[in-house]
């Protein structure tokens, strides 16, 4: 088995405007998607500091005593505090085992924003919840939510002009998602004690909507993806951010572009008091958009039934929560 196809690819060169290299850029975001569904994202103008102060206000909040961080509590799908063990990402489906969750805590926030439908609302749009004892963790969230924000939309066009799409395509049908922000804190092995069989830190899964942005911090318990039957170390290039595509964006190209599983190695005995903490941005359908497979000569697998948005996004929260 070959190691997946992860290239780095310079969003400077689209910045420049000049249509053919324009063109270039997008056959090589279209080759990645094809072949591993990830890509690292360079010259993304992403102030390095931001992220930095970012993880420092959120290792300050997740420092606070359980009783503190229990006031800010939610579940899967909502925005707050996840504690550890309430997710179980790589049991999603038929069979799942609550006795073996992720190996993380989560903090998750959401875009400020209303659809105008009170029930949409109230589910994919609840007021973000903000620590008061860490007040410098809205700050930096707001900013780098709108960091992203922008990068969403240079993304989707290149996603649009890999397919011959009209440049706003994508964008018409994700503007009003509801962009979800994870900041995983992956403790210890001092802090965890030993992981049983098949416990990770995050399960094996693939990702649910249309694509995410990851900053990740290297280390021992690692970042891996899945080629075939076997699992790669994903590579790491300092300064980039990791690119892949999620289910729906998957189903949209009719299985052009792949949703592939990946996971976050469980803590290392080789690193006892690693502990990391990854930034993930998502971008998502608008929950009303109705996913259905692209023709060929885009579309590969033109059979598959359309499928609510905002429906697939709702039962995989449900199937990820552990009750």
Not at 139 to 157: C, F, I, K, N, S
Not at 290 to 317: F, H
């Amino acid at each position: 088995m070959t190691t997946p196809h992860i290239p780095v690819i310079d969003l400077g060169a689209w910045r420049t405007g000049d249509p053919a290299t324009q063109k270039s850029v997008a056959r090589a975001l279209d080759r990645a998607m094809q072949e591993s569904g990830f890509l690292m994202l360079a010259n993304h103008g992403v102030p390095p500091e931001l992220g930095t102060h970012l993880r420092a206000a959120a290792k300050e909040f997740f420092a606070l005593p359980p009783e503190t961080k229990t006031k800010y509590e939610t579940t899967v799908g909502g925005r707050g505090w996840l504690p550890s063990g309430k997710e179980a990402n790589s049991f999603e489906g038929e069979n799942p085992d609550a006795s073996r969750p992720d190996m993380k805590e989560s903090y998750t926030i959401g875009r400020n924003h209303l659809s105008g439908d009170a029930e949409t609302d109230a589910y994919w749009f609840q007021p973000n919840v903000w620590p008061t004892e860490v007040p410098e963790l809205e700050l930096l969230a707001v900013q780098y939510m709108d960091v992203m924000y922008g990068l969403y939309d240079e993304l989707l066009r290149i996603c649009a002009e890999a397919l011959d799409l009209d440049r706003e395509w994508f964008i018409d049908r994700t503007s009003n998602g509801s962009r979800t922000l994870n900041i995983n804190r992956y403790p210890a092995l001092e802090e965890t004690g030993d992981p049983q069989d098949g416990q990770f830190r995050v399960g094996p899964h693939t990702d649910w909507s249309i694509f995410t942005l990851l900053d990740r911090q290297i280390g021992y318990g690692g970042f891996q993806i899945e080629s075939g039957d076997e699992w790669f170390d994903a590579p790491f290039v300092e300064g980039t951010l990791v690119v892949n595509i999620g289910d729906l964006m998957a189903r949209w190209t009719g299985d052009r572009w792949c949703s592939t599983r990946h996971r976050v190695l469980p803590p290392q005995k080789e690193a006892p008091r690693e502990e990391l903490i990854s930034l993930i941005q998502f971008c998502d359908a608008n929950v009303d958009a109705v996913i259905e497979p692209m023709a060929a000569p885009i579309g590969k697998n033109t059979g598959l039934p359309s499928i609510s948005a905002g429906e697939y996004l709702r039962r995989r929260a449900m199937a990820a929560a552990v009750n």
